[in-house]
């Protein structure tokens, strides 16, 4: 099914962020560079989505409960908000994202190939690297958000494509038994098909498909 999300405001989305920072800021070093660049990052994400009338559900750090939390709070689009290093944050968004789909932003400060790779493999739409300011954190979300709808889209059309494929083989096949079993014609066996279909109120395929399973108990 396909899974679309739209922006026309008031902005109804449901958001969370992850912060990877795994260290609190009352055990560290304040004058920490990576901690003062994490502090400072997610300020300006926090204002930005806020001015932008963005629901924050939750701020989630990426611990061993992320995926239990996520399951339960059912975001509509995920925000990661990571200094670095978030491949282990990603391989835990592969698990939820697998039966709910969802946008998913990652802004982070260090950008590298098997980090790219990941975000793409675990399917987020936007990746900004060194690039979290207040003004464009609702454009970078719009993005995202136009990104997931079209891949969705296109999963959606590459999947009825698939299924109807499927269904277009099942009736040859469901021709085929009806042919040699009767003696018929490819038109007649078509068409016998499509009589009985609409006389047991069943789509084609579904009545093509009976047909090759008692084909098979009989075999």
């Known amino acids: 099914m396909e899974t679309s999300l739209t922006l026309s405001p008031p902005h109804p989305l449901k958001i969370v962020v992850i912060n990877t920072?795994?260290?609190?800021?009352?055990?560290?070093?304040?004058?920490?560079?990576?901690?003062?660049?994490?502090?400072?990052?997610?300020?300006?994400?926090?204002?930005?989505?806020?001015?932008?009338?963005?629901?924050?559900?939750?701020?989630?750090?990426?611990d061993a409960y992320l995926v239990d939390r996520i399951t339960q709070l059912q975001p509509d689009l995920i925000i990661i908000d990571a200094e670095s290093d978030a491949r282990d944050v990603l391989e835990?968004?592969?698990?939820?994202?697998?039966?709910?789909?969802?946008?998913?932003?990652?802004?982070?400060?260090?950008?590298?190939?098997?980090?790219?790779?990941?975000?793409?493999?675990?399917?987020?739409a936007a990746y900004v690297v060194a690039g979290l300011h207040v003004e464009r954190v609702q454009p970078v979300l719009e993005v995202a958000i136009a990104r997931f709808n079209a891949d969705q889209k296109l999963r959606s059309e590459l999947s009825d494509t698939k299924l109807k494929l499927i269904e277009r083989k099942t009736?040859?096949?469901?021709?085929?038994?009806?042919?040699?079993?009767?003696?018929?014609t490819e038109n007649e066996a078509y068409q016998r098909l499509r009589k009985q279909a609409m006389e047991k109120n069943l789509k084609l395929a579904e009545l093509a498909q009976r047909i090759l399973d008692v084909a098979d108990l009989l075999s």
């Open 92 to 124: 835990e968004l592969v698990i939820v994202s697998r039966d709910a789909p969802r946008p998913i932003v990652l802004f982070t400060e260090e950008g590298n190939r098997p980090q790219l790779e990941a975000a793409m493999a675990a399917g987020v």
């Open 171 to 184: 009736i040859e096949r469901a021709k085929g038994v009806l042919m040699e079993r009767n003696q018929l």
């Open 21 to 62: 920072a795994v260290n609190l800021p009352d055990t560290e070093d304040m004058h920490d560079p990576a901690l003062q660049r994490q502090t400072a990052r997610s300020l300006q994400l926090r204002i930005g989505l806020l001015q932008a009338g963005y629901n924050i559900m939750a701020v989630l750090p990426s």
